[in-house]
């Protein structure tokens, strides 16, 4: 069975603070996707990045950064130097490759408070 | 390129009443997704069309919901009889097929039933 799970319920930091959120999956599939999405308080789901299964290289935009590790499940999101702009919730999904569905599996999310 | 859109934004309606939702994807998209998510929850998916053929629904689509995507294009989610439980955000994602598939989300419709 597919599922994504994400321990943090909230973390709270203060700006330019460094923060990890924390991804662990579970699939039985050999191909499969992980992304991260952003839901600010205005409700609309922004994706941030898609990563296949084959592709394990950590990957860095601007403040973002993403470690994905198939050892350990795992597909951490780090936002360095953190900023009040950041504060939201953050998901992490998975979508297993080919098949007859598509759909994403969603953890429960992380909510992000960045304290000015 | 207009994102997703998704209408109404919110809706207010009594126990038992008729509701429909409307989404419109980005244009070049034949794939078309709804999600419900709740208060605390990470979204679940609801059900899935690929150009006007519905594909998958999940066992959280009662009979009271219903969705149809006529020309391939938006799609409408319809629920009869609302129930307080259905009280909820409605999600609604397009993505284009392929190997670089990603589903992008439009704002949703809030329901709350009083």
């Known amino acids: 069975a597919q599922k994504v799970t994400q321990a943090q319920t909230e973390i709270s930091v203060v700006e330019k603070e460094d923060v990890t959120l924390d991804c662990v999956y579970e699939t039985r599939d050999t191909t499969y996707y992980l992304f991260w999405y952003k839901q600010p308080p205005s409700g609309e789901l922004v994706f941030l990045i898609r990563r296949n299964s084959f592709d394990e290289q950590n990957e860095i935009s601007g403040r973002y950064s993403w470690n994905f590790q198939k050892s350990t499940s795992s597909f951490n999101f780090t936002i360095t130097a953190s900023q009040v702009v950041d504060s939201a919730v953050y998901f992490c999904a998975l979508r297993e490759y080919g098949g007859a569905t598509n759909k994403l599996i969603f953890g429960t999310g992380t909510l992000l408070a960045v304290q000015p | ?114």
């Open chain 2, 1 to 114: 390129d207009t994102g997703v859109s998704q209408d109404p934004r919110h809706k207010i309606t009594k126990r038992g009443q008729n509701v429909t939702f409307r989404c419109d994807p980005i244009s070049e998209h034949n794939r078309l997704y709804w999600y419900r998510q709740t208060l605390g929850q990470g979204p679940e998916f609801l059900t899935y069309f690929q150009n006007e053929a519905q594909l998958e629904k999940s066992r959280l689509l009662s009979d009271r919901f219903s969705a149809e995507r006529p020309k391939g294009s938006f799609s409408t989610l319809e629920i009869q009889r609302t129930e307080q439980g259905d009280s909820a955000m409605y999600l609604c994602a397009s993505s284009l097929q392929g190997p670089t598939e990603t589903q992008y989300f439009g704002p949703g419709t809030r329901l709350l039933v009083l």
